[in-house]
């Protein structure tokens, strides 16, 4: 089923875009045996999206050095009414950001952007990177 669904992201609270591809990863270190050897840390939300004539993504990068974002992704179920899952991050920073060009290309021009966020719920589950207040 999820095969068929649909994204929609919501950067900072505004229109919808169409999401084409995401990556949330968040990991914990091992020892040398293999056992968990720290919290869960280095969540990471990777996100590609149509382009469009805003350029909200990148002003957070480049002007926005001290103002966290927040962000919404909504799965839909493409054969049925409904969500299927919702990713939510709060204090999040656009860390990477990259357009990329392709004229032969169906979606010819692409943003690709990551957020490295305090706070990001997937589901049921949190991550909570518990950053110290400035």
Known sequence: MAGNSRGILKF??????KLLKLNYSVSRSTDV???????PSNAQIKITVEATEK?????SLLNGKYKPTTGEVTFN????EGT???????????VQHQV???AIDENSMLISFVVSAETIDYGNSEFNGLWPSN
């Open 12 to 17: 900072n609270g505004g229109e919808g875009q």
């Open 33 to 39: 045996s293999g056992r968990v050897a720290s919290d």
């Open 55 to 59: 350029s909200d993504i990148l002003e």
């Open 77 to 80: 179920k493409s054969h049925e």
């Open 84 to 94: 299927l899952i919702t990713l939510n991050w709060k204090n999040g920073y656009v």
């Open 100 to 102: 990329s060009f392709d």
